[in-house]
């Protein structure tokens, strides 16, 4: 069964710092993908990156950053210069390569960020 | 760009109703998924449908749910008998088998169901 824990429930930052957000995933598979979402107070799933277990490579794109570490089964994100529109639940999820593809959501991290 | 659609965005029932939740998947994806998330909760996997049948489905996706593709494009959601406890946002996703995307899900931009 595969598992995700964000750890952090609610983050609070002030409009220009940096956040990290942590993610942990467990599972047995050795092929599966990570992934982040975005839900906005609208409600909606945005979908911000996607990630293989055979590709640990960071990826950089715009204010946003992520780091993929297999040896700690850690897949984390980092927000340079806060913003207020950044405010959000940001969801890690995993899916592992097998019939059904089904995503595991983590329990999300509420980030707000004050002007 | 193509996206899932859902409808309604909100419906309102009472409770041990039946009520029915449309989707419209991207037009060549082969996979379809519904999810559901409580108020303030994570998002939970309910089931997944692949060649006309499911492929998955959670513990959460009792007798009381069923899932159908009744025409090659809508995709729905079924709840036979609603409780209270089925309030929730429900998310449509469908993901396609080839290409840049793949093994990514799509999402559709929910349908809130609040079960009196």
Not at chain 1, 53 to 63: P, W
Not at chain 2, 43 to 56: C, D, H, Q
Not at chain 2, 107 to 115: D, I, K, Q, S, Y
Request: aromatic share 14%.
């Amino acid at each position: 069964a595969q598992k995700v824990t964000q750890a952090q429930t609610e983050i609070s930052v002030v409009e220009k710092e940096d956040v990290t957000l942590d993610c942990v995933y467990e599972t047995r598979d050795t092929t599966y993908y990570l992934f982040w979402y975005k839900q906005p107070p609208s409600g909606e799933l945005v979908f911000l990156i996607r990630r293989n277990s055979f590709d640990e490579q960071n990826e950089i794109s715009g204010r946003y950053s992520w780091n993929f570490q297999k040896s700690t089964s850690s897949f984390n994100f980092t927000i340079t210069a806060s913003q207020v529109v950044d405010s959000a639940v940001y969801f890690c999820a995993l899916s592992v390569n097998n019939a059904g593809n089904m995503l595991t959501f983590g329990g999300g991290t509420r980030l707000m960020v004050k002007p | 760009e193509p996206e899932v659609t859902q409808t309604p965005s909100h419906q309102v029932t009472q409770m041990g109703q039946e009520v029915i939740l449309r989707c419209v998947p991207i037009s060549n994806h082969l996979y379809f998924y519904w999810y559901r998330q409580i108020l303030g909760q994570k998002v939970e996997f309910l089931v997944s449908f692949y060649n006309n049948e499911i492929s998955e489905k959670s513990e959460i996706f009792d007798d009381q749910f069923s899932v159908e593709r009744p025409d090659g494009s809508n995709f729905t959601l079924k709840i036979r008998s609603t409780k209270l406890e089925d309030s929730a946002m429900y998310f449509c996703a469908s993901r396609g088998t080839s290409g840049r995307t793949y093994n990514e899900q799509f999402f559709g931009p929910g349908t809130r169901l609040t079960v009196l």
